[in-house]
C-alpha cells in the first residue's frame, strides 16, 4: 500500500517502469517543469506537441536541451490534441497528457469514435488522489470533473473505476464511503436513496472488490471520533479510503478545498478509457503534475 506519492515514484524507478506520453498544448511552465521532473526519473518519455519557440524557450529556462526533446509544432489547441490522440491510438505513445488547453477540448478529440480510445459502452469518470497528511495515507474523492449529475447507475460504475484505482494504489479491499448531507436514508434526498442501493448491491455481491456503505456525511466517513459521537457502526465510517460525491459542483468544491485550503498533495485521474488519460487544472502545481504523471503510470499497469 502506497502511503505517498513520493512512495509511487520510488516503486516505479525501482520497478524499472517506463511509459512515453504525448502532451497536447505542451507551451506551459508547470507542464514541461513536471515532464522533465519525470524524464529525469527515468520514468517516462514525452512527445510534446504545442506552440514549438514557447515549448523550446521553457525548457531552455528549465536546463534542457531542446533538442533532446521530440517536439511537434502547432499553435491550434484543437489541432494539437488531435495529434495527440491519434499518436496514442496508433501506439506511438502510451497515454496523453493535458497541457495549457480547456478540459472540453482536450476530451473532445480523445472520444472522437473514429480514434476508438473509448468501449462503447464505458463511462468516464474522474477522481482526485490526495495525500491525507492527517491520516498518513491516500485517499480517493469522485467525481470532481466529468459527471454533473450522475444517476444511481453512473455511479456504480463510478464507484468501480475509483475502486479499481485504488487497488493499483496497494489498497486490497478499498473502503468506498457514498457522501451525503446525513447518514439516515432520507426518500426525499435521491444521493440518500443512490447511497443506499449502492451499499446493499455491494452487500449482494454486485460490486466487488471494495466495502461500501452509505449515506454517509463527510465527517463520518473521515473521523472515527465522529461515529462514535453519533452511534453509526460501519466498517467505511472513519477509516474511508474512496468519497464518492453526489455531484460535480461537490467534487469541484471538495477539489479545489483539498488543494487550496488544506494544502495537501493532489493527482488526478480519469477512469474508463482504455488508457490513462492524463488531465490536470492548468492551475496545478508542477509537483501536483508530477504526482498525477505518477499515479497514470501505475494505472497503465496490467494487473
Known amino acids: 500500500m502506497f502511503n505517498s506519492f513520493t512512495e509511487i515514484l520510488s516503486h516505479i524507478q525501482a520497478a524499472g517502469i517506463k511509459k512515453t506520453a504525448a502532451v497536447a498544448a505542451a507551451h506551459d511552465d508547470d507542464v514541461l517543469e513536471s515532464a522533465a521532473k519525470a524524464r529525469r526519473l527515468g520514468i517516462m518519455d514525452f512527445i510534446l506537441v504545442g506552440e514549438k519557440e ?13 533538442s533532446d526533446w521530440e517536439i511537434i509544432d502547432e499553435e491550434d489547441e484543437s489541432k494539437a490534441a488531435a495529434i495527440v490522440a491519434k499518436m496514442v491510438a496508433d501506439g506511438r505513445a502510451d497515454m496523453p497528457v493535458k497541457g495549457i488547453l480547456h478540459t472540453s477540448v482536450y476530451l473532445r478529440a480523445l472520444l472522437n469514435k473514429e480514434i476508438g480510445l473509448l468501449d462503447k459502452k464505458a463511462l468516464l469518470s474522474q477522481a482526485t488522489v490526495f495525500e491525507d497528511e492527517n491520516a ?3 485517499r480517493l474523492v469522485t467525481d470532481c470533473v466529468i459527471n ?8 456504480f460504475q463510478i464507484v468501480k473505476s475509483a475502486a479499481a484505482l ?9 473502503k468506498v464511503a457514498i457522501i451525503a448531507p446525513v447518514e439516515t436514508v432520507n426518500p426525499a434526498m435521491p444521493e440518500c436513496v443512490d447511497a443506499a ?3 446493499k448491491a455491494c452487500e449482494r455481491g454486485q460490486l466487488r472488490g471494495c466495502v461500501v456503505d452509505g449515506p454517509l456525511s463527510l465527517d463520518l466517513a473521515l473521523s472515527s471520533d465522529a461515529a462514535e459521537i ?8 472513519g477509516r474511508a479510503d474512496v468519497l464518492v460525491v ?3 459542483v461537490t467534487g469541484n468544491v471538495l477539489d479545489k478545498a483539498i488543494r487550496l485550503l488544506a494544502g495537501f498533495r493532489t493527482a488526478g485521474a480519469i477512469l474508463g478509457a ?10 496545478d502545481s508542477a509537483q501536483n503534475k508530477l504526482n498525477t504523471i505518477a499515479v497514470s503510470i501505475l494505472q497503465a499497469e496490467e494487473e
Open 54 to 66: 514557447k515549448i523550446s524557450g521553457i525548457l531552455a529556462r528549465l536546463g534542457e536541451k531542446p
Open 136 to 138: 498518513g495515507k491516500l
Open 148 to 155: 454533473v449529475a450522475p444517476d444511481y447507475e453512473a455511479k
Open 166 to 174: 485504488a487497488r493499483k494504489l496497494g489498497i486490497e479491499e478499498p
Open 197 to 199: 442501493m449502492l451499499s
Open 230 to 237: 453519533k452511534g453509526v457502526r460501519s466498517e467505511v465510517a
Open 246 to 248: 453526489p455531484n460535480l
Open 274 to 283: 482504455k488508457m490513462p488519460f492524463v488531465a490536470t487544472s492548468r492551475s
